[in-house]
Each structure stands twice: as C-alpha cells, then as structure tokens.
C-alpha cells in the first residue's frame, strides 16, 4: 500500500466541517463498518468526545442504524462493478479505501479537505493492513470537490479505464448551483474516462424533519448551523429530474436488508411499538444511487 506523504494545507479553518465527521466516525464505531471501532478509538486518544458506550436510546440508534446502511448501499453498489479506479470525495474519517486494499488491483484515492485529511493520515498508518491484494494502492489526498482543476489533475493520478466516483454525505452540505457545478465536474470526467458516480447523498426533507433525533446532539446544532435540511431534495422525483437535467441517468438503486445491520439489535432493544411504528410510517428518507451519462 502507498498513502501520499506530502499534504499541502492552506490557511483555512476546518473546524466547521471535522465536528460530522468526527460525530459520524464515533457512531460508526458501534457497529462492525471494518476499521470503524478501531478508528474512533485511534482518534479518540487525543479528543474527549469518544465515548465507547452510546446513549441508550431510541433515537440515537435509529441514527445509527440509518448511518451503517448508508454506507453499506456504497459498498453494495460499488463491488458489484468490475472497478479498479476509485475516487472518494469528501470521505470525511470513513475508511473504505482501507477496506478496498482487500481486493486486488485496486487505485483507491482517498479524499477530503486538507484538515481532515491530514488528521487522517496520522492515525491511518496504525490501521492499514500489512499486505494489501496484489496491486492495490491507496493514497490520502487534500481534495476541495469543487475545485474543478483540483478534482481533474486528482483523477489524472489515475491510469486509463473507467473511474468509479463515490460519495457520502457530501450534496447536503452544497447549495443548487454548488451541486450543478459538482455534476458538471463529475459528468466531464465520466464522459471522457468511462465509469460511474454512486452518491448516498439522496435526501428528502420532509422525511428527514419528521424522523426520530436526539434532543440533546450536537450533530442536529451543527446541521441547524449549515442549514442541512433546507439543501435536500423535496422528493425523490425532483432529485431524479435534476440528476437527469444534469447529464446523468439512474443505473441501479441499492437496496439494503434491514435485518442484517449490526446496530439494528441496538435500536430493537430500545424502540417501543409505537417508535418502530412511526418510524416505518416515516418512510425513506435516503436512497443510494449508482449514477451513469446519459
């Protein structure tokens, strides 16, 4: 495995952006996500945050929960194809470019801003597997997703084939034009290269406002701060039509089975009838996409 060395920082304060993703991690670590627990507790030697055992209840394991599936629609959508290029954008503290050192011929490029990444990659080295699958590599970039040049000369790293681009949690944080010029990015690279976008980043408002949160979280402050909800889609229609308006066409939506997430015994053990019913009442509120050119 190779992780780039050389991180260029520029002056900028990250400190609005590494607080989700911090959050996400520490959840994350409550389920079996490979390198989730290890992770959190890496990052946590220096950070209070961490707390091994969670809250005991219902809404903060419905979050859970929601969050293990989510990054699981990644991985069902991305190891069905025959990849061997993939870009992460805005991968926060995930480590499935550590996961994908398990299959062979792999050029995983690792992605987020500069603050992030770096911190990443202090703790990453005491995680990656001593022998990745033959020809596999990694490397841990700072990526800003909507610099243009920035996001070509990252996927010029690449050699020629097909280009799988994956993101999570990445659209909510960005306004209507700001995802246009994210689509226009990701649309010329996959017309030239060949290859896909999956993006779990399908969210619709109204079911989000309407499902169970933590009263006390400081994960809904810092949405409430960036004005998360407001950015989602009004339905899953009008996140269609827009992808379609931008270039792009639904290959395959991911379809994930409830009953084999690990956190799902967690949530069980602290719903009554009545949460599991308006839970189920609320419907989806994310979908994952495996997007294609038109």
């Given at each position: 495995?190779?992780?780039?060395?050389?991180?260029?920082?520029?002056?900028?304060?990250?400190?609005?952006?590494?607080?989700?993703?911090?959050?996400?991690?520490?959840?994350?670590?409550?389920?079996?996500?490979?390198?989730?627990?290890?992770?959190?507790?890496?990052?946590?030697?220096?950070?209070?945050?961490?707390?091994?055992?969670?809250?005991?209840?219902?809404?903060?394991?419905?979050?859970?929960?929601?969050?293990?599936k989510r990054y699981r629609s990644i991985n069902q959508l991305l190891w069905e194809l025959p990849v061997n290029n993939i870009l992460e954008l805005s991968s926060g503290f995930?480590?499935?470019?550590?996961?994908?050192?398990?299959?062979?011929?792999?050029?995983?490029?690792?992605?987020?801003?500069?603050?992030?990444?770096?911190?990443?990659?202090?703790?990453?080295?005491?995680?990656?597997?001593?022998?990745?699958?033959?020809?596999?590599?990694?490397?841990?970039?700072?990526?800003?997703?909507?610099?243009?040049?920035?996001?070509?000369?990252?996927?010029?790293?690449?050699?020629?084939?097909?280009?799988?681009?994956?993101?999570?949690?990445?659209?909510?944080?960005?306004?209507?034009?700001?995802?246009?010029?994210?689509?226009?990015?990701?649309?010329?690279?996959?017309?030239?290269?060949?290859?896909?976008?999956?993006?779990?980043?399908?969210?619709?408002?109204?079911?989000?406002?309407?499902?169970?949160?933590?009263?006390?979280?400081?994960?809904?402050?810092?949405?409430?701060?960036?004005?998360?909800?407001?950015?989602?889609?009004?339905?899953?229609?009008?996140?269609?039509?827009?992808?379609?308006?931008?270039?792009?066409?639904?290959?395959?939506?991911?379809r994930i089975d409830a009953s084999e997430l690990s956190a799902l015994p967690r949530l069980l053990q602290h719903a009554t009838?009545?949460?599991?019913?308006?839970?189920?009442?609320?419907?989806?509120?994310?979908?994952?996409?495996?997007?294609?050119?038109?």
């Amino acid at each position: 495995m190779q992780t780039n060395s050389t991180i260029h920082t520029t002056p900028r304060d990250y400190s609005t952006i590494s607080p989700s993703a911090r959050a996400l991690l520490f959840m994350k670590a409550h389920t079996t996500i490979p390198y989730a627990r290890e992770a959190a507790a890496l990052l946590s030697a220096s950070d209070n945050w961490f707390q091994l055992h969670a809250p005991e209840h219902f809404s903060y394991w419905a979050r859970v929960v929601h969050f293990e599936k989510r990054y699981r629609s990644i991985n069902q959508l991305l190891w069905e194809l025959p990849v061997n290029n993939i870009l992460e954008l805005s991968s926060g503290f995930s480590l499935r470019g550590l996961e994908a050192m398990q299959h062979p011929n792999i050029h995983y490029i690792d992605t987020d801003l500069p603050g992030v990444i770096e911190l990443k990659q202090s703790f990453i080295q005491n995680l990656q597997p001593a022998a990745p699958a033959a020809g596999s590599q990694l490397e841990l970039l700072p990526l800003n997703a909507l610099d243009t040049e920035e996001v070509y000369n990252t996927t010029a790293r690449f050699p020629s084939g097909p280009i799988t681009i994956v993101n999570e949690g990445l659209l909510m944080y960005l306004d209507q034009n700001e995802k246009k010029r994210l689509c226009n990015t990701i649309h010329q690279i996959l017309s030239h290269s060949g290859g896909y976008w999956i993006t779990a980043d399908i969210y619709i408002k109204n079911k989000y406002s309407s499902s169970p949160r933590p009263a006390e979280d400081p994960l809904n402050a810092f949405f409430d701060a960036h004005r998360i909800t407001e950015k989602m889609f009004n339905s899953f229609e009008e996140a269609e039509e827009f992808f379609n308006q931008q270039g792009f066409t639904i290959d395959k939506e991911a379809r994930i089975d409830a009953s084999e997430l690990s956190a799902l015994p967690r949530l069980l053990q602290h719903a009554t009838q009545g949460q599991l019913h308006k839970l189920q009442k609320a419907g989806r509120l994310q979908t994952t996409w495996r997007l294609k050119t038109a």
